[in-house]
């Protein structure tokens, strides 16, 4: 958010105030003192009004966790351990999860607290390829490639999924990559054929490959040249 829009939206300052504040050099950023109205605020920035802390500035986190079966890909469940119940790490509940996973799915899931950051990881704009090891109960047909990349009407939401592609490793098992999240989207995919998903683990997102090093539950910080990738 632009610095001036961070300002006028507390209840103190309106906007002549923030003018005011700006020009005569009474704002500081991250430790910083900033003129101009235009500079960007971000959830981690630290902003100071007469040395007054107005919003304190903390770290921007980012984690990589192995999913294991039976967890809810939630913050919080009545019944179910969650992903957040495996991350060990102080005020863990400020993270959110960059793209959900059925509770019985395995593989890749990112944590983090960086709005910004995961949306780009997540939105299907950004076309980065979301990658699925797949088995299934049914033979996978020749003609699955083709359907998946010319892409499947999903009544319910009314869109056609992005072109996705299909790569068989055998009779009943498959690579899939795409490039959006929808809910149960591979299921429904393959369920179109009438074939039911047997085990599914996410591999990759984009440029973020699951670390052959983690178990099913562990998990990491992600390293500074995995976030820069984002
Ligand atoms: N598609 C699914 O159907 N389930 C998942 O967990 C992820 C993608």
Redesign the pocket.
Known sequence: MRLDRFLSNLPRFNRQQVRLLLVQKRVRVDGLTVADPQHEVREFSQVEVDEEVLQAGRPPRYFMLHKPQGCV?ATRDPEHRTVLDLIDEPDAAELHIA????F??TGLMILTNDGQWSRRLTQPQTKLP?V?YVETEQLIGPEYAETFARGLYFAFENLTTQPATLELLGPRRARLS?VE?????????FGHFDNK?LR?H?EAMGPLLLDEQLAPGEYRPLRDEEICRI
Do not use: A, C, E, P
């Open positions: 890909s793209g959900r996973l059925d019985n799915t979301k699925y795409i999240g929808r809910y149960h989207q591979v299921k429904r995919m998903v599914l996410r």
